[in-house]
């Protein structure tokens, strides 16, 4: 399991980094072919007060690579609905794996 943080124009965090590591760690037990995972986080000007959070992952796979973003009011928000989003394509390609 490789996991790898990027900051654009956000001040890295360790807690951050685990509580991350803590959630894909869920995704990398169910999905044995997930090799890597991409995490980026940044921050937007928005004038919505629910926004400005953003933080993107990319899992590498087999086939097409899979990504959410989701911007909220916290990065740990931002990071649970990425992560479920990430949930339900990985279930959707294990679906087709078992088709073949």
């Not at 790898?4 to 894909?24: A, G, Q």
């Not at 911007?71 to 394509?89: I, P």
């Amino acid at each position: 399991m490789t996991i790898i943080f990027e900051y654009d124009n956000v001040t890295s965090s360790d807690s951050l980094e685990d509580y991350t590591r803590h959630k894909l760690s869920k995704l990398f037990e169910r999905n044995e072919f997930v090799i890597r995972a991409d995490v980026f986080f940044k921050t937007e000007n928005t004038t919505s007060d629910d926004t400005g959070m953003i933080a993107g992952i990319r899992l590498s796979a087999p086939g097409p690579r899979l990504y959410a973003e989701a911007s909220k009011t916290s990065f740990r928000e931002a990071v649970n609905d990425c992560t479920d989003e990430l949930l339900r394509q990985l279930s959707k390609r294990k679906e087709t794996f078992k088709t073949h």
